[in-house]
């Protein structure tokens, strides 16, 4: 299995890089938009819709992004968006999702059957995901350190967990989850953070805030995962599809982005670019 998922997540990666360093600006918008729909399409089973009602959340899918561009009709749409009226409500509501609510459904075991409120928290879930990835396109070294502090805490909770894990986080939710992996990825944070800072300067002119951010961006890693392992738990699957050998689907792999990458282009757009 862990052949596999290594595998998997190279080729993940270097497609990824490619469009992402080589290919036009539009190929990237269209992958991460790709990639937003297939996702859209697993919260949909996860949320217990017919095929009917997954089209119909896909679509709503679109039409935010569709309306996102629509509103700004600028040269630069994704850097004019965050900062508009829009965009601050949509990235409020995500970041009041990710610190307080989801947290609080976490803790409260909440097993949501609603279909238009899980319609709603998709949307919160997935657009300012999308927006994130697209926001953040033009500095791909912000976007790779942010993504690259997800994955170093996945990999290092992962590790440490399965070498030194013996105090369940969470067992009715994630049970191969502890304690000591979730120690284990806020060591490895610090590190990380000297290592981004010498690749990417301007964290280390922001020394407090960054590792402060690089700490949140761990935090909320941990939660966006258990949040989507609750989500598969109250349907009773394990992976949220089939899509990626040894990662499940599409949701499975960016569950810890969709989390984090919001509060990486606030961080951007505000902190750092607002100081200058």
């Known amino acids: 299995m862990l052949r596999q998922r290594v595998i998997t997540a190279t080729l993940l990666v270097s497609v990824l890089l490619v469009v992402l360093l080589v290919l036009p600006a539009w190929c990237w ?3 991460v938009t790709g990639v937003l729909l297939i996702a859209g399409d697993e919260w949909g089973r996860l949320a217990g819709y017919s095929g009917l009602g997954r089209a119909l959340f896909c679509g709503a899918l679109a039409a935010g992004c569709a309306a996102i561009y629509w509103w ?3 040269t630069d749409p994704a850097r004019v968006f965050i900062q508009s009226l829009p965009g601050m409500l949509l990235y409020g509501a995500a970041a009041a999702f990710w610190l307080a609510v989801a947290p609080g459904w976490l803790a409260q075991r909440w097993r949501v059957r609603d279909g238009l409120l899980m319609a709603a928290v998709g949307c919160v879930v997935l657009l300012p995901f999308w927006h ?4 953040l396109r033009p500095t791909p070294g912000r976007l790779l350190v942010a993504m690259g502090a997800v994955w170093m805490a996945d990999t290092a909770a992962y590790f440490v967990g399965r070498r030194f ?3 369940k986080l969470a067992l009715d939710i994630s049970p191969g989850k502890t304690w000591e992996g979730v120690w284990g990825a806020f060591a490895v944070a610090p590190l990380y953070w000297i290592a981004a800072s010498m690749l990417l300067p301007e964290l280390s002119a922001h020394r407090l805030s960054a590792l402060g951010w690089i700490a949140l961006m761990t935090l909320l ?3 966006g995962d258990l949040f989507e392992s609750w989500m598969k738990r109250g349907v009773g699957v394990k992976d949220s599809g089939r899509l990626l050998p040894g990662h499940g689907g599409m949701l499975d ?3 810890s982005l969709t989390a984090t990458l919001p509060f990486a282009a606030l961080y951007f757009a505000y902190l ?3 100081t200058r």
């Open 221 to 223: 890693s941990i939660v």
């Open 253 to 255: 792999r960016v569950d």
């Open 272 to 274: 750092v670019n607002g």
């Open 165 to 167: 894990g013996r105090r």
């Open 132 to 135: 994130a990835l697209v926001y």
């Open 29 to 31: 918008v269209a992958l």
């Open 72 to 74: 700004v009709q600028g």
